[in-house]
């Protein structure tokens, strides 16, 4: 079985810290993607990675920024934590080999900012 | 951005009953696919169906798709208690490496 982890499942920060939101999958898979989530609003793509060491912006970059040094790890960085990125984080995981392809999600971190 | 659009946004059944579930996209896709999420986890794959299926079983599950509308359905037979969660739409694309985009989702709760 596809086991996508993530670092905390609940994470508490003040406004202004540096935080770092780790995500790690053990079936080699070539993609990775950030996701938030908000009522309402659904799941809305943040940055994704198409292998190591690349990236690409998804719909809601800003404030935003990652790291993908190996293949199993993608970690999404809030370089000042801000109250308006509170919210349920999702990694998610795929091989690359088409769009038919399944994503596999992390269980989620549920961020607040205060 | 989205494309995938759920509808109800909320539906409350008693079990036993057909729970019904719409998406509708925009624009051509190589395939359509379902996601479950239970009350603050990860989302967990359910069905995938190509852009040249029709229909798809699986247990309980039965997806239509009809690209000439852009839309399909998910129908839950038979629901049960347990599959109270957040149902949402995803469409797959032609181009490999592109992410799936996914709707906002319908939020199922099947009364016991």
């Known amino acids: 079985d596809v086991k996508v982890t993530q670092s905390s499942r609940y994470l508490v920060k003040r406004t202004g810290e540096k935080v770092f939101l780790e995500c790690v999958q053990d079936?080699?898979?070539?993609?990775m993607f950030w996701y938030r989530q908000d009522p309402g609003l659904g799941l809305r793509l943040i940055y994704f990675?198409?292998?190591?060491?690349?990236?690409e912006k998804g719909d809601i970059p800003e404030g935003y920024s990652v790291s993908r040094e190996k293949k199993e790890r993608f970690s999404l960085i809030l370089e000042s934590a801000s109250t308006n990125q509170t919210s349920m984080y999702l990694c998610?995981?795929?091989?690359?080999?088409?769009?038919?392809?399944?994503?596999?999600f992390g269980p989620g971190t549920r961020l607040l900012v205060l | 951005s989205q494309q995938g659009e759920e509808d109800p946004q909320a539906l409350s059944i008693q079990e036993g009953e057909n729970a019904t579930m719409n998406c509708s996209y925009k624009?051509?896709?190589?395939?359509l696919q379902w996601y479950r999420q239970n009350s603050g986890r990860g989302l967990v794959h359910l069905i995938l169906?190509?852009?040249?299926?029709r229909e798809k079983h699986s247990g309980r599950l039965r997806v239509t798709l009809d690209t000439s509308k852009k839309s399909s359905s998910l129908l839950i037979t038979a629901s049960r208690a347990a599959d109270t969660a957040s149902y949402f739409c995803?469409?797959?694309?032609?181009?490999?490496?592109?992410?799936?985009?996914f709707g906002k989702g319908t939020r199922l709760s099947v009364i016991a």
């Open positions: 079936m080699d898979h070539e993609n």
């Open positions: 624009t051509s896709i190589n395939n």
């Open positions: 998610a995981s795929r091989l690359a080999s088409g769009p038919q392809e399944t994503q596999y």
């Open positions: 169906i190509r852009s040249n299926e």
């Open positions: 995803a469409t797959g694309l032609f181009s490999g490496n592109t992410p799936l985009v």
């Open positions: 990675s198409y292998d190591v060491k690349m990236k």
